[in-house]
């Protein structure tokens, strides 16, 4: 695993969407798993705006979403369908056919269930993994006293999640109680892990994520057990990280990283982002 933190939230998220670009245009064909939530949003901002000013080609792009919530159909403002279609796939050139998120609708919730994990496997596995972390240390929706092997199931929601989540909703009580999520031990079998996280308010649980005991009760910790998972943070983010300092020289020294370092001049920086 290596953590990387840049100054700020832009830097961050500019970081993260390169990560992915450069992937996308090494293997045309790659299989992309990707997350919602605020963190997200910048970052699609980002993926169009390459798309459109730097020809980022996402025509033979597959994509698996993390998540769902249950008893919301497609169409809802709420569905994570409808955040990804108003976020990122109205606004570039992907195959909606090979887009694929878990039916929250469906009657038979475990068979939808096997049948997302049979649909991975078929089409060889996912290589990237776009990966945010709740409050409650959570990787998609699992949450605490989830099994690190677990696959893609139905789960409930912690009342910490709901409370993070009910503001998107039109009041707490209209939020679902439920949802479909890979499990830990999906997650971890994709080829390569991206962890995005940003915002002071996310600094404690990242700490205990990434330096802390791995634990089935912070289930974002999983991560230390993957080969290449890669940890992107802003500085707010990243405040209560012991090992910053190393983790700044890796940034600044590892040969791999020599195409994404950027100017120190900050208006430079930023200025891309629009």
Known sequence: MQVIVRPDLMAATELAARIIAKRVRAFPDTTLGLATGVTMERLYEKLVHMHRGENLDFSLI?????DEYIGLP?????????YMNHHLFNHINIDA????IPNGMASDLKAECA????????VGGIDLQLLGIGKAGHIGFNEPLSALKSRTRDKSLTPMTIVQNSPLFDGPERMPRRALTMGIGTILEAKELLLLVTG??????LSNAVEGPITSMISASAIQLHEKC????DAAAAE???GREYYDWIFHN??????FRISANSDLQTSEFR
């Open 115 to 122: 049948r997302y994990e049979k649909r991975i496997k078929d």
């Open 254 to 259: 590892e040969p791999e990283w020599g195409e």
């Open 62 to 66: 597959r994509t698996f979403n993390l």
């Open 240 to 242: 209560l990280l012991k």
């Open 97 to 100: 056919r090979n887009t694929f």
């Open 74 to 82: 497609a169409d809802s403002r709420h569905s994570y369908r409808h």
């Open 230 to 233: 890669t940890v992107i943070a």
């Open 200 to 205: 002071r308010s996310k600094a404690e649980v």
